[in-house]
């Protein structure tokens, strides 16, 4: 079945430690690429997104990802993370289906930083 | 405010029971979507609005759940006969454009409405 698939879903580091949460989907043709985070108690938000042109996209509070074809990946990046990156992290795709486009979310990645 | 808002944040219902969410988006913006997030899953796309016309229904699971939103802005939920696998947090998106691959169109999220079946 098509999905996108987040593959950790808690994550535990400490300050300073690097961070990488994977995420794969299987659909294929033109996609476009979203990271949202949620913070505890507040709404999701938008982190960043591709939808063409350079795959290593920056987005807010340091974060970044890289867009692999080959690899349908789109994996969320950061070189240091710190207590206030503690949320829960949702990779989306939107895709052209039946009835028009779609955004199709991830299971979602609990990341909770140590301080 | 300028952000999507969604009422009540919380509701507590009875198996069996009829509960009508609400979603007021960003003025202005021309789509509006409908997401369920259940404990552990993540966001289930359920239908989506450009106007007051629903051109994506495909997420809505069952016959018991139907939305409407009129005059292009405010959208409602309903779920008849409510079940206890109802249970979930609702969420409310909108966007300025309908999505469209390669445009930017950026789903604003509202703050989402618990639903506890009991």
């Known amino acids: ?115 | 405010g300028a952000g999507v808002s969604q009422s009540p944040s919380n509701k507590v219902t009875e198996k069996g029971k009829d509960v009508e969410l609400r979603c007021d988006p960003i003025s202005g913006h021309t789509a509006l979507y409908w997401y369920r997030q259940s404990l552990g899953q993540g966001l289930e796309f359920l239908i989506y609005f450009q106007g007051n016309s629903a051109p994506d229904k495909s997420g809505l699971p069952s016959d018991r759940f139907s939305a409407e939103r009129t005059g292009g802005s405010v959208s409602t939920l309903t779920i008849q006969r409510t079940q206890q696998e109802d249970s979930a947090v609702y969420l409310c998106a909108s966007s300025l454009a309908a999505p469209g691959l390669g445009r930017d169109n950026e789903q604003f999220f509202g703050p989402g409405t618990r639903l506890t079946v009991l």
């Open chain 1, 1 to 115: 079945a098509q999905s996108v698939s987040q593959h950790n879903h808690h994550v535990i580091l400490s300050e300073a430690a690097s961070l990488e949460l994977g995420c794969n989907y299987s659909y294929g043709g033109t996609v476009n690429l979203f990271w949202y985070v949620q913070y505890p108690g507040q709404h999701l938000q938008l982190l960043l997104k591709y939808f063409s042109g350079d795959p290593l996209v920056k987005g807010i509070k340091g974060f970044e990802a890289e867009f692999i074809k080959s690899k349908f990946s789109f994996n969320l990046r950061k070189p240091s993370v710190q207590w206030s990156d503690t949320a829960e992290y949702f990779c989306a795709v939107r895709k052209w289906g039946t009835g028009g486009f779609k955004t199709i979310f991830g299971a979602g990645t609990r990341l909770f930083v140590k301080a």
